[in-house]
């Protein structure tokens, strides 16, 4: 059995088995990972892939760049840092002295993705950021996560539109996206250790020799997903709470999304296709569709942690260029 194969203004009605978002199908890697390298047993972590598409999600829907389910007598955060910049300026030249309104950037709810850790009585997670550049935070967006029930939102009035931001970089500016929850497990790439790996070189190159499959294109997928094992493209970061626990991996939002490979969805693959190796490619009528259209600098990525052991949930974000 492969362990990468996928699984499968008024409050509106509850949610149908019909509008139930259906999962991808990913294609199966064709080896037992713990089977083949017992070292890793124990390793693997469920992770949700998120498969953002260029759509037209409404608030009550799982969403990237989408609208939010906002209270509307809840003040819309806005970014008064003095440091913040924008890019296609001289950068030193900073943005102001106006406060600059936050964009949506997630929207989760827990019926899609019930593997969030949601805090007691919460089952949405929004995520905003300031679309402007932030010297302190390593020339990035800065992000502010909230929780919500969503019935107790929509009993009230909600902001039927959010404010826009007089100033922004479009590096930071997503596009309203739907979102497709698939279930897939990861094994570590960034975050295996350097002398288990030494001692596994040898092995992954036999495995991709006999099945062209590489362990590292497989083991954990650079894209937007919740769980899982970020997928760094620079040195392995994690935060530590206040608490001294290591935090969880929570959200990733990337700029690069799978077009092709082991880890694009074969129900978007050309019509026609009867590969189901790595190499197949998907439909150019979707590749236009794929992602939410953020370079976030030179395609780097927002990486978003929480502590579940902490009664608050505290949260702390890492951005990956």
């Known amino acids: ?66 609208p939010l389910l906002w209270p509307a007598d809840e003040p819309w955060p806005l970014c008064a840092e003095p440091g913040h910049w924008r890019p296609l300026r001289t950068p030193t030249e900073v943005v102001g002295p106006e406060p600059v309104a936050m964009v949506p950037v997630v929207q989760l709810y827990a019926r899609d993705v019930p593997e969030l850790p949601f805090p007691s009585a919460m089952d949405v997670l929004q995520v905003v950021w ?5 010297d302190d935070e390593v020339g990035s967006a800065l ?10 939102v929509a009993a009230g009035r909600v902001l039927p539109e959010p404010p826009v931001p007089y100033e922004c970089d479009e590096d930071f500016m997503p596009r309203p996206c739907t979102v497709t929850p698939t279930r897939v497990v990861e094994f ?13 070189s040898q092995r992954f190159d036999e ?8 362990y590292y294109e497989m083991a954990t997928t650079v894209q937007s997903k919740v769980g899982g094992y970020p997928g760094w493209l620079q040195e392995p ?32 693959q050309e019509p026609g296709s009867s590969d189901p190796g790595p190499g197949t490619t998907t439909d150019p009528t979707v ?8 370079d ?26």
């Open 1 to 66: 059995m492969s362990v990468l194969a996928a699984v499968a203004g008024g409050a509106p009605d509850l949610i149908t088995d019909k509008e139930r978002i259906m999962p991808h199908r990913i294609r199966p890697v064709p080896f037992d990972v713990e089977s083949l390298i017992p070292e890793l047993a124990g390793l693997g972590r469920e992770t949700t892939l998120l498969y953002p598409r260029s759509g037209e999600p409404g608030v009550h829907a799982s969403s990237i760049g989408g």
């Open 130 to 134: 300031c679309p402007l550049i932030h």
């Open 143 to 152: 992000p502010k996560a909230y929780w919500r029930n969503e019935q107790t």
């Open 188 to 200: 570590p790439h960034g975050d295996l250790p350097v002398d288990l790996a030494q001692a596994l």
């Open 207 to 214: 495995i991709e020799e006999a099945l062209g499959f590489s």
């Open 237 to 268: 970061d994690w935060p530590d709470c206040r608490c001294g626990r290591r935090m969880d991996h929570l959200l990733s939002i990337t700029a690069t999304e799978p077009v092709e490979g082991c880890w694009s969805p074969l129900d978007e």
């Open 287 to 294: 590749v236009d569709a794929i992602g939410h259209g953020m």
């Open 296 to 321: 976030m600098g030179d395609l780097g990525g927002m990486y978003l942690f929480v502590c579940s052991a902490c009664p608050d949930m505290p949260y702390a974000h890492r951005y990956d260029c």
